[in-house]
Each structure stands twice: as structure tokens, then as C-alpha cells.
């Protein structure tokens, strides 16, 4: 394991982290905090899609189950927010388990898996909409209740380092993945299945894990999302949005790169709020912004804005000379 690996990203976490202590205006703030959030479900999606080559449509599904398991746990049994959000982190790995344990051993992938995802996420949404339990039609509204206990703070600098937290703990684990023997697999996985089973190595299995551990991270970002928002409905935690943005911001930024969903997600919100203050707001704009930046990148940098980083650094570093025959 290389020490200076993580180099990177302590300088980056210790700058974002200071900034609550420079600015102070909420929309600021609450801009950052947005973009984070997106960064978190992103790196959810970049260790399943961006490593492991398996593209999915629907991790809503992870990031809604996340978001309805804190607040019902909360509101029908009175369970306190941490433990709360600690049960809603599993639950959202759980539907993940399941839903690669019965895609996975079929041998499901590419388009298929896509769409067996998306379809996860729309029977969610349904039943989240009917069933008494998710409040139905009229969602969920935690109580207030202000205090680090409750992971409710009075301004949002509390709720910015609190997601800052999650960002770095998601960027140390992407970064451990990369470094490992299970990062090795993932990729040998991504780019031929069946060479990396004839190498000894199960594809099901290592699927599996990256499935967890990628619906764990989107889960995160869904029990955060009810906690700084308070209310949790199905047509938002399991609604489309989460899985396009989740999805782009990777693949903006960098897929199957540590850095890229934080790019990306900077950048998507940014052009969000840009097309806001220029047109107004135009419902289903923004996602004509992310189609047209998405055809961008795919089509003049496929590497996403890390991979532009990566090759301007290339140029800029010295050559070495070549030896003497």
C-alpha cells in the first residue's frame, strides 16, 4: 500500500474543510452541501460502474431505502438518529445484496443489469407511495429537534462537515479498493469477465461485493438527505433524479477514478444554479445542461475531467533521457 496515496485527498479534505470557517452565507453553504451530497451517491455509483464495468440505472433504489429506513426508524420506533442512520446505511447495502445476488449468478450485465436496476428503484418508488408505513402519498416529516444528538444542527457548517465526513470516508474506501486485490479483480472484471474467470477469479462474488459497497455509499447519501431536509417522499427519494445524477457525475468527473465524482458532481451543480440565474426555473433544463455536457465529455474527453488533468500533468512532467545504446 503506497503512504502518499492518500496524499491527495487529505489536502483536499483539509481545504474543503476549511471553508465553513471563510464563508458564511447559507446559500454558499447549502450549494456545498448539495454538491457533496451528490459526490457521496456518485462514488456510490463509481465503485460499481466506473471500476467494475456494471452500469446502473437505478440507484435510487439504494439511496430512497437509505433515506425511508433513518427516518421510519426515527418516527415509528423512536430509535435515535445515529444508530438511526447507521440502520439506514445497512439497509440500503441489504437491497443491494439482494438485488445482486439475483442478477449476478444469471450472468446479467450491461443493458440488462441497467434496466433490472431501474426497474428495482420504480417498484420501490410504487410501493413507497401506497404502503402506511412510508407515509404514502404524503411522505414522512421527521421531527425537529435540534442537536448534534439528533443530527440536526443550527446552521449549516454542522451539516457541511457532517457530509464532508462521509465524502472522505467514501474517497479513503475508493482509494483502499484501488489499492487492493479486490480493486485488481474489479477491473479484470470490467474488462473481460470470462479472461478473469479462466485467471481464478469468481465474477459473481466480486460483483457482489462491489454491489454492497456501492449501495452502502448511496445509502449514506439518502439517510444525510433526510436528515438535512427533514421530510422524505417517494417521489424524491426513489424518484429518477438521484440515479441520473448519481450516474453522471462519475462519468463527468472520471470514471473509475477517486476524484472524478467530485468533479463532476461540482460541475453538474454548477451548471444547475448557472442555468438558473440565466433562464429561470425551467423544469427539465437542467437535464438538457447534463445531456449536453454528458455528449461533451464522451465525445472530446472519455476520461472525464480527471482524465484531462491526467494528461496535461503527463505533459508538464520532465521526460527522462534516453540511455545510450
Avoid at 198 to 220: C, F, H, W, Y
Avoid at 222 to 234: I, K, R, S, T
Avoid at 293 to 300: C, T
Wanted: proline share 4%.
Amino acid at each position: 500500500m503506497k503512504r502518499h496515496a492518500f496524499v491527495p485527498i487529505v489536502a483536499a479534505v483539509a481545504a474543503l474543510a476549511c471553508i465553513p470557517l471563510i464563508v458564511h452565507s447559507n446559500v454558499v453553504l447549502n450549494f456545498l452541501v448539495t454538491t457533496l451530497l451528490l459526490t457521496l451517491a456518485g462514488q456510490g455509483w463509481n465503485v460499481l460502474g466506473g471500476y467494475g464495468g456494471q452500469y446502473s440505472f437505478g440507484h435510487a433504489a439504494f439511496f430512497g431505502t437509505g433515506a425511508y429506513a433513518t427516518a421510519i426508524l426515527q418516527l415509528r420506533y423512536g430509535l435515535n438518529a445515529w444508530p438511526a442512520f447507521a440502520a439506514g446505511i445497512a439497509a440500503g447495502a441489504g437491497v443491494g445484496a439482494v438485488i445482486g445476488a439475483l442478477t449476478f449468478p444469471s450472468g446479467l450485465r450491461g443493458s440488462y443489469f441497467a434496466l433490472v436496476t431501474l426497474a428495482f428503484a420504480e417498484v420501490l418508488r410504487i410501493v413507497a407511495s401506497v404502503a402506511p408505513v412510508t407515509g404514502a402519498g404524503t411522505g414522512l416529516l421527521i421531527k425537529l429537534d435540534l442537536g448534534a444528538h439528533a443530527l440536526q444542527f443550527q446552521s449549516r457548517a454542522g451539516f457541511y462537515w457532517l457530509i464532508l465526513a462521509l465524502v472522505t470516508g467514501a474517497l479513503v474506501i475508493t482509494r483502499l479498493i484501488e489499492q487492493s486485490r479486490f480493486g485488481a479483480w474489479l477491473v479484470a472484471v470490467r474488462e473481460n469477465e470470462d479472461a478473469a474467470r479462466a485467471l481464478g477469479v469468481d465474477p459473481t462474488r466480486v460483483k457482489l461485493g462491489a454491489i454492497i459497497i456501492s449501495a452502502a455509499m448511496a445509502a449514506a447519501a439518502g439517510c444525510f438527505y433526510a436528515q438535512y431536509f427533514l421530510f422524505v417522499d417517494a417521489s424524491i427519494a426513489y424518484g429518477p433524479w438521484i440515479s441520473v445524477e448519481a450516474l453522471l457525475a462519475p462519468i463527468i468527473g472520471g470514471a473509475g477514478t477517486v476524484f472524478g465524482p467530485l468533479l463532476g458532481a461540482l460541475m453538474i451543480k454548477t451548471l444547475g444554479e448557472a442555468a438558473k440565474l440565466v433562464t429561470g426555473d425551467v423544469p427539465g433544463l437542467d437535464l438538457v445542461l447534463y445531456g449536453a455536457v454528458l455528449i461533451l465529455v464522451v465525445g472530446l474527453a472519455p476520461r472525464g475531467v480527471a482524465g484531462i488533468g491526467a494528461r496535461f500533468r503527463a505533459r508538464l512532467a520532465p521526460q527522462k533521457p534516453r540511455e545510450a545504446a
